[in-house]
T-cell receptor, first 111, second 110 residues
């Protein structure tokens, strides 16, 4: 499969725990985006990378959120000290030009 | 006012109908316009993209952009029950992240 891959697909965690999600983009794509989507809403932009450089991170929801793309390939999104309001679908997309292709998302439930 | 406005629906149509989905936007700098389809609990799937104004057709789908009115449309001809999904419009000025509408939930009834 050559699409965008996200793991895990589902994550249930207790409030206060840290979680990390992984995104493997389409191999030749140099841009990688993270979005969050809540029920009944469109995806909300969080941050993005061009190769290993993080070009925008001011839209991360709080300082509990961080993302990395250490070698310009896969990326991780970490949420520290999770809160119930963090429950959402976290989507990753990659792009090698005009079009952006999404993965299947990681659904986070904070209990 | 949000940058991209999209009526969330739900929209329910009989099988075979022509469906019209629309978005309006406020940022005149938007140049790239996309339509995604999202099935329940899945990631968005890119259907079509258009650069600047004009029409683009792909099978049963036609995308239209009217930059003078800041209005974009997606038409689905001969709609099928398998078209039942949420349709998201998205757009961006240049090489920047996409801004999405809320999505319109469509049901095509057999």
């Amino acid at each position: 499969d050559t699409g965008v891959s996200q793991n895990p697909r589902h994550k249930i965690t207790k409030r206060g725990q840290n979680v990390t999600f992984r995104c493997d983009p389409i191999s030749e794509h140099n841009r990688l985006y993270w979005y969050r989507q809540t029920l009944g809403q469109g995806p909300e932009f969080l941050t993005y990378f061009q190769n290993e450089a993080q070009l925008e991170k001011s839209r991360l929801l709080s300082d509990r959120f961080s993302a990395e793309r250490p070698k310009g390939s896969f990326s991780t999104l970490e949420i520290q000290r999770t809160e119930q309001g963090d429950s959402a679908m976290y989507l990753c997309a990659s792009s090698g030009g005009t079009e952006a292709f999404f993965g299947q998302g990681t659904r986070l439930t904070v209990v | 006012q949000k940058e991209v406005e999209q009526d969330p629906g739900p929209l329910s149509v009989p099988e075979g109908a022509i469906v019209s989905l629309n978005c309006t936007y406020s940022n005149s700098a938007f140049q790239y316009f996309m339509w995604y389809r999202q099935y329940s609990r899945k990631g968005p799937e890119l259907l079509m993209y258009t650069y600047s104004s004009g029409n683009k057709e792909d099978g049963r789908f036609t995308a239209q952009v009217d930059k003078s009115s800041k209005y974009i449309s997606l038409f689905i001809r001969d709609s099928q029950p398998s078209d039942s999904a949420t349709y998201l419009c998205a757009m961006r000025p240049g090489n920047t992240p996409l801004v999405f509408g809320k999505g319109t939930r469509l049901s095509v009834i057999a």
